[in-house]
């Protein structure tokens, strides 16, 4: 296991298109966290699970915005009727709830145009 | 609310001279201070971290301080490389919880 990772690295969508993400974690953490990073600015929180259950959600993840994961192993972020404002970096990142380091993928790039 | 400031925004050093970055965090049980380096279009990588119950930590050139009291941590990079030219984020979070990431500090080092 060579880490966390993500799919698509990058993404072109047209504005209203559905768009999904996929996070694979590293195989023994069972806590997998979203983030969102615009262009300057640090990682914003958006959801994070704990096993198969959503623990927590940012006011910032609109009704577009859904998570899962299913089997408490990958994780897929979809957005519906995309807009131009959701350009950014999705981060997905995991770690042990044992131990509070997380590793971050390398991150998928969305563009709405 | 959680936030979370850091300071400067953008740093220009020689090779060779130290470099700090300052962060302050509004959330009293935070209780967990990692530090990040970014390098572009890559994720963030975990560089140092470290626990309310230690106030100072070092790794070769990188040392991390935190000061409870006053709500405030700081990484130094001694002897710096143009290879530490990247941006680097500071976070805080409580116990298992989710990460609030600073602003981001974008450091050049120059040869």
């Known amino acids: 296991d060579t880490g966390v990772s993500q799919n698509p690295r990058h993404k072109i969508t047209k504005r209203g298109q559905n768009v999904t993400f996929r996070c694979d974690p590293i195989s023994e953490h069972n806590r997998l966290y979203w983030y969102r990073q615009t262009l300057g600015q640090g990682p914003e929180f958006l959801t994070y699970f704990q096993n198969e259950a959503q623990l927590e959600k940012s006011r910032l993840l609109s009704d577009r915005f859904s998570a899962e994961r299913p089997k408490g192993s990958f994780s897929t972020l979809e957005i519906q009727r995309t807009e131009q404002g959701d350009s950014a970096m999705y981060l997905c990142?995991?770690?042990?709830?044992?131990?509070?380091?997380?590793?971050f993928g390398q991150g998928t790039r969305l563009t709405v145009v | 609310g959680e936030n979370v400031e850091q300071h400067p925004s953008t740093l220009s050093v020689q090779e060779g001279d130290s470099a700090v970055i300052k962060c302050t965090y509004s959330d009293s049980a935070s209780n967990y201070f990692p530090w990040y380096k970014q390098e572009l279009g890559k994720g963030p990588q975990l560089i140092i971290d470290?626990?309310?119950?230690?106030g100072e930590k070092k790794d070769q050139r990188i040392a991390v301080t935190l000061n409870k009291t006053a709500k405030h941590f700081s990484l130094h990079i001694t002897e710096t490389q143009p290879e530490d030219s990247a941006v680097y984020f500071c976070a805080a979070s409580r116990e298992g919880g989710k990460l609030i990431f600073g602003q981001g500090t974008e450091l050049s080092v120059k040869p």
């Open positions: 470290i626990r309310s119950n230690v």
């Open positions: 990142a995991s770690r042990t709830s044992e131990n509070t380091e997380a590793f």
